[in-house]
């Protein structure tokens, strides 16, 4: 057994690793795609943003996408909805919008 050291106590990498969630994937034309999150794409610098938002786009198509954003705060939703709509969830703005209203239901 491995062990980190941890300030506090020492922690096994087996133990790690089975709390850490195996990154979800999605095949679209053939090829295998992570499902990146909100956090992943947050953490992650521009120019490896723009590479993962590429490799979908080139991969798909441009002419079946979305225009692709170019600032950071764009891509990454542009990233997550694209995504979404490839692995056959509802995208946060449809999700948002079948959702029942609890605003105004008079009664």
């Not at 994937?25 to 947050?42: D, I, P, R």
């Not at 705060?73 to 919008?97: K, T, Y």
């Amino acid at each position: 057994w491995l062990k980190c050291f941890c300030p506090t106590r020492f922690i096994s990498t087996q133990l790690l690793r089975t709390k850490m969630a195996a990154p979800l994937t999605y095949v679209c034309n053939g090829k295998e795609f992570t499902a990146w999150t909100s956090e992943q794409l947050g953490s992650i610098n521009r120019d490896a943003l723009k590479k993962r938002a590429m490799d979908i786009r080139d991969h798909v198509g441009q002419d079946r996408l979305p225009t692709m954003p170019h600032h950071p705060e764009g891509l990454q939703a542009w990233i997550l909805e694209v995504q979404s709509a490839l692995m056959g969830q509802p995208s946060q703005q449809e999700a948002r919008s079948e959702a029942p209203s609890s605003v105004g239901g008079g009664g």
